[in-house]
């Protein structure tokens, strides 16, 4: 057997698709077929169950499965030492940023990265939260920046900070922010029609949860993944929306809009940056990780 069958192992069984492995890979499928069928022959073992559905591991390719993440973690860890010998650490980190965090934070990161390790490469992808988390379990993510996650026994979860979540409203054409509006009860979203993303989503949770706790449940107007047409639609006045303060910051016309604290109680959301418990992150991969805190404080302090 070599690395690159046990890689093409990995990521087959991780994703449990032998279409999708050979996107994420870059390589036609029937090469990846192929060379998946070689290290079954060598082995005289069936380390995946075909089906309709996709690929699973047999109980042999659970086994293969747990001893190829621990070679493949190995053998980048010296890559890495070789390149600290060198003066710098190499290797590939691919980060997912959910969505309303992708627009503040994915230029600052992409420059701090190439700046703290040149000789290493960098890709973001971003979607919502629960979509990147399922990417990151299945190993086509190293990290996820995402909102309100849990840990739990595949994901380890590093707090990053708090955000404050605000009604956010079209402002009526002319008026100037000056004084800005005041703050409103959360019990009163509950009469005003809200965008928001649909279920599940972090956000709409927890906006659902404390008013359910109130006695209360939103009324919602439309349901929208992605802050870009959620801003969108509140301008033309179709609705309201529950998001951070960044959000609206660092969107095409702040100014285009009026936001308001919400108290009674206060919303917030927790930003946490997570890993896989099955892999052990990499030096590259740990650096990429204060890069991301340090950087999403330095945003956010400047918004």
Not at 66 to 83: C, D, M
Not at 270 to 277: E, P
């Amino acid at each position: 057997m070599d690395l690159k069958q046990l890689e093409y192992f990995v990521r087959v069984a991780e994703m449990g698709s032998f279409t999708r492995a050979a996107i994420a890979l870059d390589v036609a499928q029937p090469a990846l077929s192929r060379q998946v069928r070689l290290l079954e022959v060598e082995l005289h073992q069936n380390l995946l169950i075909r089906n309709g559905r996709g690929a699973l591991p047999t109980e042999a390719g659970k086994l293969l499965l747990a001893h190829s993440r621990g070679i493949l973690h190995q053998v980048s860890r010296a890559k890495e030492e070789l390149g600290r010998v060198r003066g710098s650490l190499a290797g590939r980190v691919a980060v997912g940023l959910a969505t309303s965090l992708a627009r503040v934070l994915t230029v600052p990161l992409i420059t701090a990265f190439r700046e703290a390790l040149p000789d290493a490469t960098i890709s973001i992808s971003e979607g919502l939260s629960v979509a990147l988390q399922e990417s990151l379990i299945n190993g086509r993510l190293d990290i996820a920046v995402l909102y309100n996650v849990q840990p739990g026994s595949e994901i380890e979860v590093l707090p990053l900070q708090e955000e404050e979540l605000c009604l956010v409203q079209a402002r009526p054409k002319g008026l100037a922010e000056d004084p800005p509006p005041g703050p409103i009860a959360l019990r009163e979203l509950a009469d005003l029609p809200l965008i928001i993303p649909s279920r599940p989503n972090a956000i709409r949770s927890q906006v659902e949860s404390e008013l359910v706790n109130l006695g209360c449940r939103p009324r919602i107007a439309l349901e929208v993944d992605g802050v870009p047409a959620i801003l969108d639609l509140v301008e033309d006045g179709i609705g309201s929306a529950v998001l951070s303060r960044n959000a609206v910051a660092n969107s095409v016309r702040p100014s285009a809009f009026t936001v308001r604290g919400i108290h009674a109680p206060a919303l917030r959301t927790r930003i946490s940056a997570a890993t896989s418990s099955l892999r052990p992150t990499t030096l590259t991969q740990q650096t990429t990780l204060n890069l991301i805190r340090d950087t999403l404080a330095r945003v956010v302090t400047a918004a």
